[in-house]
């Protein structure tokens, strides 16, 4: 179904493609957010990567590669529509909302929330991809690698800090209560 | 620790909330803006059937050339198409009214007062009576100019012809058999006597195949001779361009390994040294082949060294190989109170690596003065993409394709004020189906003139002022 769309799209079908995005918009719309913190960014980036991605569709190969090569560009997008608005961002926390978003239930308490997103917020764009990429699309190292056009040991490396900090972070939450209460009064 | 306090559990679970849903007005402002975007026709290798296995290239054996060449001697004399009152061969075809004709809609003034009307001040001398063939490269050898590219006027036979300037005009004769189309780059040899080409896969993941990194070496009298490259951990490679400096000669190309796709690099220190592959460091990759960025010009040289463009994780940026030192750090191209949207995936990527001190970053040309970058000015209403361009004694000229591949065409942009010139050089699309595009993919300065190839040899004057009407 979506080579096909692919394929129609290719030959400039642009109802194809309208189809085509509302399969996969999404999916972008889900990972563009978790590595921009940031709704209206990410719808941006998710706006200017379809509009890429029609543009060059032409230079696709394997249609049925379409989602990686759109995850490419999109994640090429999310480091733009971030450095662009870097001049006049606002640091907004971004807390989950009801319509259209998930949720998890308990597991996470508030300062977890709290602890995860501020780590998550001092790491990288690039890091914050590939924990994205790994945590919550599942991709292997070796699919992030191609996926992102990085070299394996890239990717390897900034799973390996992004997630040594996020850990560290769940880390220190956990400890700050019994460190707190043996502080002398 | 109990497994709600698994680290990984837990962001994972973090991860999962937040937006999933894409707002209907993001769907309705892209199919808002595809209907009114065209899509970029897509020239390359890519393009043909994905049939791309080891019996293929087996049997089609080496990626191969077509080689124009055109002698000084025979491209000036009198009668030549550059002289003033050529008068055509029969396969000699100039274009005269087309590109000769400033084109009224093309008029639009733009940012400066002293933006002229259209003007076609470079003219086409040459274009395939069979067409549509394509030249990609062009460079200057010691008694002439030498391009190459490829014919695909017989659609799934192989290229017969190699274009040789000769008494009767440009034909097209075969150097070396070819299967499939190629991107072919072209640069004087080390001792400035000859050429060396490349012909390889611009970027193609094509399966492992160890023969396909390759340079051919010659001159228009002697032919050409094959040179295989060092092949880095037996992976397929690409080449991507050439540049020269004394007798040094460096090759860029790119190599696929378990499907990733690394650049590398090979430098002949004479022409009777063999090629070495030199290290790339990682920290630059290569320009995405996205559209028509497979014939982007990504590597130049300069006093000392060699220039290579391409991508940091965030921006485009060029990179410095000293011939004594080393690489250098990437060199970013980026100004935080400039365009931060310079179309193309992430904030673009380098179609047109000028020097080291000027890039064409799709449609936008950048020049760093000092240690800033900054954008000298937007050539996008114009050019597309602008795929080559030239620093001549009072600016820039530019060559690319305009919107929707529509045609080729230069701009020639003052340093003063921003004024520039446009020429459509030629009407025509390509044919539906073809792999020619019209556009102007490559140009150098020979004998005080500016020569562009593409879809066709143009040729016009080497500084702005005489683009003016």
Redesign the interface.
């Known amino acids: 179904m979506q080579r096909a769309l692919v394929d129609q799209a ?1 030959r ?1 079908d ?1 109802e194809a ?2 189809a085509l ?2 399969m996969v ?2 999916r ?3 990972i563009a ?2 590595i921009l913190r940031d ?1 209206d960014l ?2 941006d980036a ?3 990567a ?3 991605a ?6 696709l ?2 249609e049925d590669r379409f989602e990686p090569w759109l995850h ?2 999109l994640t ?2 999310c ?2 529509e971030a ?2 608005r870097r ?1 006049i961002s606002v640091q907004l926390r ?1 807390l ?2 009801s319509g ?5 239930g308990d ?2 308490n508030v300062n ?2 709290d602890q ?2 501020r780590a998550l917020r001092r790491l990288t ?2 890091q914050r991809a590939v ?2 990429f790994h ?2 699309v599942g991709l292997s190292l ?1 699919e992030i ?2 996926r992102l ?4 040991g ?1 990717a390897k490396s900034r799973l390996h800090y992004a ?1 040594n900090a ?2 560290a972070s ?2 220190a939450d ?1 400890r700050a209560p019994s460190v707190s209460r043996e502080r002398p009064a | 620790m109990t497994a ?2 698994d ?17 209907e007005r ?2 309705h ?3 808002s ?3 009114q ?6 020239v390359g290798p ?2 043909g059937p ?1 049939m791309f296995s080891r019996a293929r290239y087996a049997v089609s054996g080496i990626a191969t050339l077509a080689v124009l060449l055109v002698s000084v001697g025979l491209f000036m004399r009198p009668g030549g198409p550059l002289a003033p009152d050529s008068s055509p061969s029969p396969t000699s075809t100039p274009l005269a009214a087309p590109s000769a004709t400033p084109s009224a809609d093309a008029a639009t003034p733009t940012a400066s007062p002293t933006t002229s009307p259209a003007v076609a001040a470079m003219q086409a001398v040459w274009q395939d009576d069979d067409g549509p063939c394509t030249m990609s490269d062009v460079a200057v050898v010691d008694d002439g100019l030498v391009a190459v590219g490829w014919c695909d006027r017989r659609p799934n036979k192989p290229l017969y012809g190699v274009a040789w300037y000769s008494e009767t005009g440009f034909e097209w004769r075969r150097v070396f058999q070819i299967e499939w189309q190629v991107l072919a780059a072209v640069s004087p040899d080390g001792d400035g006597e000859g050429a060396v080409l490349l012909g390889g896969f611009a970027d ?1 993941p094509v399966p492992q195949n160890p023969e396909l990194p390759r340079v051919f070496r010659g001159d228009q009298s002697a032919g050409f001779e094959e040179e295989q490259l060092p092949n880095p951990q037996g992976a397929a490679s690409g080449l991507i361009g050439i540049a020269r400096i004394d007798q040094n000669l460096f090759v860029l190309g790119a190599t696929y390994v ?5 650049p590398a690099a090979w430098i002949s220190s004479s022409p009777q040294d063999d090629w070495r592959l030199i290290d790339v460091p ?1 920290d630059l ?1 290569l320009t ?4 028509y960025s497979g014939y982007a010009q990504l590597v130049t040289a300069d006093e000392t060294g060699f220039v290579i463009a391409g991508n940091t ?3 485009p940026a060029i990179k410095r190989y000293d011939l004594s030192s080393g690489w250098g750090a990437p060199d970013e191209i980026f100004h ?1 109170g400039d365009c ?2 310079c179309g ?4 673009g990527q380098v179609t047109a690596l000028i020097d080291s001190a000027a890039v064409i970053v799709d449609d936008v040309l950048w020049m760093k003065r000092g240690d800033e970058w900054s954008i000298e000015g937007a050539i996008g209403e114009r050019l597309f993409y602008g795929y080559a361009g030239l620093r001549v004694e009072d600016g820039f000229i530019v060559g690319g394709v305009t919107e929707g591949a529509e045609s080729p065409a230069v701009v020639a942009t003052s340093r003063d004020g921003w004024a520039w010139q446009f020429a459509r050089l030629h009407p025509d699309a390509a044919p539906p189906g073809s792999y020619a595009e019209p556009a102007v993919y490559a140009m150098v300065e020979f004998g005080g003139r500016v020569i562009a190839v593409g879809d066709a040899v143009y040729v016009g004057p080497a500084k702005v002022s005489e683009y003016s009407p």
């Not at chain 1, 056009?149 to 394996?152: E, K, M, N, Y």
């Not at chain 2, 837990?10 to 707002?23: S, V």
């Not at chain 2, 975007?37 to 897509?42: L, S």
Request: hydrophobic share 40%; charged share 30%; net charge positive.
């Open positions: 290719k400039g642009p493609f309208d995005a509302r918009g999404d972008c719309m889900a957010y978790r709704a990410a719808e998710v706006q200017n379809l509009i890429v029609w543009r060059q569709l032409g230079a190969r394997d490419r560009i090429n997008e480091y733009a450095r662009r001049r971004a989950p909302t259209g978003a998930a949720s998890t597991i996470l977890d929330r995860l997103e764009l690039e924990v994205v945590h919550y070796d690698a191609s056009g990085i070299p394996l890239t997630s996020l850990r769940l880390e956990a | 709600s306090r680290p990984e559990r837990l962001i994972r679970a973090f991860l999962d909330e937040g937006p999933i849903e894409l707002p993001a769907y402002a892209v199919r803006t595809i209907d975007t065209r899509q970029r026709a897509v890519w393009r994905r193609l378990d499907g990733e796709r690394r990682t990759a995405e082949p996205f559209g994780p965030l921006v935080p931060w949207d193309g995936p992430g904030n």
